[in-house]
């Protein structure tokens, strides 16, 4: 099946901690994207690749980082200087920056 | 930046009947595209409908439709003959040509009675 992975799909973490949440997929897309969704919100972009090896910080990049080492994958990593890390978070794919994007079904991360 | 806004927190409608969810957004730039995107109970986002802003033409998908005002800078989504699975969180985004990601609204709750 072709589609976007996102695991798992709830992670529990302490405060303090750094935290690597996984997107992967097989739709041979280019472009792939992090958003973050809190309660009563619209989606927040994070970061976004246009290719691999090259990446750019969205409206709430801080605390955050990613990696673009293969086409296929695109990980988020929370780190502890993230504010407010609790929330739902989703990553989305699409051919190019110019098409449509398509989303995983996201990771629940609940720091305490 | 770019705004979209969704004035409508939350809507209900009749099993059968037809429901608009309203979206405004602000930009200077010519080049866009909107789209409405529908969030289930299980908060996986799933793309009900495009719109570029270079066609004059209103998108339709079935039993969805839009009504694009390019210069009221309004993009509201017509659901026809509403069903039972249509129940969900609907957001409007937009997006400038060729770049970077989206911008969201904060969504609309669309409840469909029995």
């Known amino acids: 099946d072709g589609g976007i992975t996102q695991s798992p799909k709830y992670l529990f973490r302490k405060e303090g901690q750094n935290v690597t949440l996984s997107c992967e997929q097989n739709l041979n897309h280019d472009a792939m994207y992090w958003y973050r969704q809190d309660p009563g919100q619209g989606l927040r972009l994070i970061y976004y690749s246009q290719i691999v090896n090259d990446f750019q910080k969205g409206d709430i990049a801080e605390g955050y980082s990613v990696s673009r080492e293969k086409k296929e994958s695109f990980p988020l990593t929370v780190t502890s200087a993230q504010k407010n890390p609790t929330a739902f978070y989703l990553c989305?794919?699409?051919?190019?920056?110019?098409?449509?994007?398509?989303f995983g079904p996201g990771t629940r991360l609940t720091v305490t | 930046a770019q705004t979209v806004t969704q004035s409508q927190p939350e809507m209900s409608v009749q099993e059968a009947e037809t429901v608009t969810l309203s979206c405004t957004y602000d930009?200077?730039?010519?080049?866009?595209?909107l789209f409405w995107y529908k969030q289930p109970p299980s908060r996986q986002m799933i793309l009900v409908i495009r719109?570029?802003?270079?066609?004059?033409q209103n998108a339709t998908e079935n039993r969805f439709s839009v009504n694009f005002q390019k210069a009221a800078k309004s993009f509201s989504l017509k659901i026809s003959d509403s069903q039972l699975g249509d129940a969900a969180m609907y957001f409007c985004a937009y997006r400038r040509g060729g770049a970077d990601g989206l911008t969201f609204g904060k969504g609309t709750h669309l409840i469909i009675q029995p």
């Open positions: 930009t200077s730039e010519s080049d866009y595209y």
């Open positions: 989305a794919s699409s051919k190019s920056l110019a098409r449509e994007q398509y």
């Open positions: 719109q570029e802003a270079y066609k004059q």
